[in-house]
């Protein structure tokens, strides 16, 4: 009869429910359990058709002159909702967060809005040193989902073109751990 009447224990999890009122308290337990149990696919929820919020780079110019090489553009939000907490600047391609030279932040970004820094020539002058090759921004949406976009800068030896985007995701956690979804 002990047996039957005290929980069991497998791997230091209980398999005891947690107390709720309703199925809605429900499902924020339900959510968290399986992003802490699944870290690889928190990206997936992140990428849900009602919660992505998709900003992209669209470049004006491009200088590669050896004393003065930067990009010249603006990110543009396309998603389903705002951009929130944009970090946005040049950085070491694949290498989300490390050697970030920090351009601008700004708090906010509705759908189909600039991210702009003046509004005299609506664009971004992204100075481009030794250390990074690549045009990034880093944003939230509602949601607290985390996204990156990279745009790679491809050294043709006399000049610089843009490469293909990358987009990552991430869920919550410091420091961020980001995947790579496109």
């Known amino acids: 009869m002990t047996k039957v009447s005290s929980p069991s224990h497998h791997d230091n999890r209980s398999n005891w429910c947690d107390p709720f009122s309703s199925s809605v308290d429900l499902k924020g337990t339900v959510l968290k359990r399986l992003q802490d149990h699944f870290p690889d696919h928190a990206g997936v929820l992140a990428m849900h058709p009602d919660r992505i919020v998709r900003l992209y780079f669209l470049m004006q110019s491009i200088c590669s002159s050896p004393s003065d090489r930067f990009v010249q553009g603006y990110f543009c939000n396309a998603g389903v909702g705002p951009a929130f907490n944009l970090r946005h600047g040049a950085g070491l391609s694949g290498h989300p967060g490390h050697h970030d030279i ?62 293909e985007e990358r987009f990552y995701v991430s869920r919550g956690g410091s420091p961020r751990e980001w995947t790579q979804v496109a």
């Open 102 to 163: 920090i351009a601008g932040t700004q708090g906010a970004l509705r759908d189909g809005e600039r991210l702009v820094q003046n509004t005299v020539n609506d664009s971004v002058r992204y100075k481009i040193d030794g250390c990074t090759d690549c045009i990034f921004c880093d944003y939230e949406n509602r949601f607290d989902d985390s996204y990156r976009v990279e745009v790679p800068l491809i050294d043709k030896g006399t000049e610089y073109h843009l490469g």
